[in-house]
């Protein structure tokens, strides 16, 4: 009759071992392919984010004429609710008071919150609390005037501020950070330029295996927008019109 041989120490040492390294890799391996899911997942969302930022702008460049302030945090845009030729009083040397109402003042803003994230606003004038006979706004070159429009305005209330798109931060470029969320343009001069650049970046703090942030970056996505105004007409004080 054959005896039935027991496993000795070692051999079952060496299979708890085995087992132990297959166990492990596969918990790698499921590891990495649910983080690679959690990463597309991040990343599609970053798409449509980014989709719906451009189409809302490319909407408000659409509509514009002209962009009426021009600096790294704050454009302002100018979308006319009449022809240039039907404004003011008609007089060609009152063209530097045409009829231009508050309510046809559109500022894109990047703010900062409180958690650090940035966030792309739009604020539009709210023409119901403005005092009657005070909407109207002289036409300038100089960006310190609508500048000081903003902070009037801002100041008064008389501004709806919204969200375009939150949890931004700064976009990288060659591998450095900038300071802050920003837009760019080709020239300072508004009654040359036509074109808005925007730059930030969509941010994911990593999780651990219980879904707690740890305080690492564990996916940046930079984004550039170029947006260009597509009709030529400027008003008649820079030198040309419709």
């Known amino acids: 009759m054959m005896r039935r041989r027991a496993f ?20 790698g391996f499921l590891g990495t392919f649910h983080r690679a899911l959690r990463l597309q997942d991040v990343r599609a969302a970053a798409i449509v984010r980014t989709a719906a930022v451009q189409a809302h702008v490319s909407r408000l460049m659409l509509e514009s004429r002209m962009l009426l302030e021009q600096g790294q945090q704050r454009t302002l845009l100018w979308l ?60 300038s070159v100089d960006a310190a005037y609508w500048s000081g429009v903003f902070e009037e305005l801002r100041a008064a209330g008389q501004l709806t501020i919204f969200p375009i798109a939150e949890g931004l931060a700064p976009m990288a470029r060659d591998g450095v950070v900038a300071a802050a969320p920003r837009f760019t343009y080709g020239t300072a001069s508004i009654c040359s330029n036509r074109a808005l650049g925007i730059e930030f970046a969509f941010m994911r703090e990593a999780l651990d295996d219980a879904g707690e942030p740890t305080g690492e970056e564990e996916l940046r996505l930079d984004v550039r927008l170029d947006e260009h105004l597509p009709f030529p007409d400027i008003h008649p004080i820079c030198g040309g019109g419709s």
């Open 8 to 27: 000795t120490l070692l051999e079952l040492m060496v299979a708890t071992v085995t087992v132990t390294m297959v166990a492990g890799a596969v918990a």
């Open 80 to 139: 006319p609710s009449e022809m240039l030729e039907d404004s003011g009083s008609g007089a060609e040397a009152a063209f530097d008071l045409v009829n231009l109402t508050a309510d046809e003042l559109h500022w894109l803003l990047f703010e900062q919150e409180a958690d650090g994230t940035w966030s792309l606003k739009e604020a539009v004038v709210n023409a119901a609390a403005i005092p009657a006979g005070q909407g109207d706004r002289y036409f």
